[in-house]
Structure formats: structure tokens, C-alpha cells
């Protein structure tokens, strides 16, 4: 079965910190998709970012960047200069083919995101 | 709208009711999840269409869970005789379902409380 490991159940840090969470993921598939959702308060889970298996390059898009390692099986989420806006629980998740050929989601408990001023 | 929608955003139930919660996905998505998510955890899957087709309900969690999309767009998800067990947030998200796509796309979620 898949899993999806986040290890940091809750993380503070103050603003302009940088801060990395981390996500361990399990699949015996050998194509998969890696994704990050932020959920904050209001509840609604906001997409962030897909990664292709075959695709380990790492990605950056403003202050955000991902690190996908293949081989210690992590897609570990960095927010630099961290701010209060970034406050909010992030999930990190895995594809997998659904019975009927969907991709359903696995994902992780979640890491809490505070940032202080 | 743009997103996916879904209603109530709130609901209340005695133990023993029934309830159905509606998900409208993005117009022309293929794809349809639900997933439910309890506190303090990460959403769990609970079915899967494709049009009007329910092609995976490994999720579900017992016999009173049922799901349907009968013309292929808007989904219901029926949970009879609500147990407090249930109370949970009931996420509904869907996709186009081609696989070089964007992913799921969620809506803002029912959350169900079980008295």
C-alpha cells in the first residue's frame, strides 16, 4: 500500500525564517505524481505544486522551492523568509491509479505551519 | 463559478439522520473524488467516478455510505444513519482526468457534525 510520512506534526517559526517540511513517501509504482496543499483556516485545500516521478529536478517558484529525491523516496517543501500569510497546514501527497484507472490521493497527517511576527 | 462548489458548507445532524451532501465540479472535469477528512488529519479517499461512472468505492466505509453522478456532472454523497463516527469534514474534488492534467482541484468542503 502507499503512504506518505510527515514526520513534523507542527513547526513555529518566526517571520523572515526560512523553513523546510519534510514528507517520506512509500509506492511500488513506478510512475506516480508528488503534490503539496496548503490548507489554512478557512479550511479549502489550495494546490501547489505536481511532480512527475521521472522529473527530479528541483523546483522554485518564488518563495517557494521543492526538493525531490528519488532515492531517500522525499519531496521535502521549503518556504524562504517565511511569512504570516504562510500560516497553515501543508500536505504533501501521492498519486496512485485508482481501481478504475483515477488517480486517488494518498495523503500525509499534515504538517501545522505557524509563523510568528 | 470557476471552482469546485459544495453544499452545505455546514450540517448538523442527529445520530440516526440521513444526509446528502452536493459537490458541482469544473464544468467539463471528467473526474470526480470524495474524501473525507476527520480532524486533525490528512483527507482520506473514500470514492472515485469518471462521468457518470463509479469506478472505484474501496473508501467507503460501511454499507450506509453512497455515492452518485447520475448525468455525469454534479455528484451526491449519502451517508444514512448518521453515526458520530461521521462527523468529519466531506471534501469533493475533481480533475480533467487526462494524465499529462493539473491534478485534483478541491472544493471548500461540508463539514459534518454528528450529535
Known amino acids: 500500500a502507499q503512504k506518505v510520512t510527515q514526520a513534523q506534526t507542527e513547526i513555529s517559526v518566526v517571520e523572515k525564517e526560512d523553513v523546510t517540511l519534510d514528507c517520506v513517501y512509500e509506492?511500488?509504482?513506478?510512475?506516480?505524481?508528488l503534490f503539496w496543499y496548503k490548507q489554512p483556516p478557512s479550511g479549502e485545500l489550495v494546490f501547489l505544486i505536481r511532480?512527475?516521478?521521472?522529473?527530479?529536478q528541483n523546483e522554485i517558484s518564488g518563495r517557494y522551492s521543492w526538493n525531490f529525491q528519488k532515492s531517500t523516496s522525499s519531496f521535502n517543501f521549503t518556504i524562504t523568509a517565511s511569512q504570516v500569510v504562510d500560516s497553515a497546514v501543508y500536505f504533501c501527497a501521492l498519486s496512485e491509479n485508482s481501481e478504475g484507472g483515477g488517480n486517488k490521493l494518498t495523503f500525509g497527517t499534515g504538517t501545522q505551519l505557524k509563523v510568528e511576527l | 463559478g470557476a471552482g469546485v462548489s459544495q453544499s452545505p458548507r455546514y450540517k448538523v445532524a442527529k445520530r440516526g439522520q440521513d444526509v446528502a451532501l452536493r459537490c458541482d465540479p469544473i464544468s467539463g472535469h471528467v473526474s470526480l473524488f470524495w474524501y473525507q477528512q476527520a480532524l486533525g488529519q490528512g483527507p482520506e479517499f473514500l470514492t472515485y467516478f469518471q462521468n457518470e461512472a463509479q469506478l472505484d468505492k474501496s473508501g467507503l466505509p460501511s454499507d450506509r455510505f453512497f455515492a452518485e453522478r447520475p448525468e455525469g456532472s454534479v455528484s451526491t454523497l449519502k451517508i444514512q444513519r448518521t453515526q458520530q463516527e461521521d462527523s468529519a469534514v466531506y471534501l469533493c474534488?475533481?480533475?480533467?482526468?487526462?494524465?499529462?492534467?493539473?491534478?485534483?482541484?478541491f472544493g471548500p468542503g461540508t463539514r459534518l457534525t454528528v450529535l
Open positions: 509506492t511500488r509504482d513506478t510512475t506516480y505524481y
Open positions: 474534488a475533481s480533475s480533467t482526468g487526462l494524465a499529462g492534467g493539473p491534478g485534483q482541484f
Open positions: 511532480r512527475n516521478s521521472f522529473d527530479e
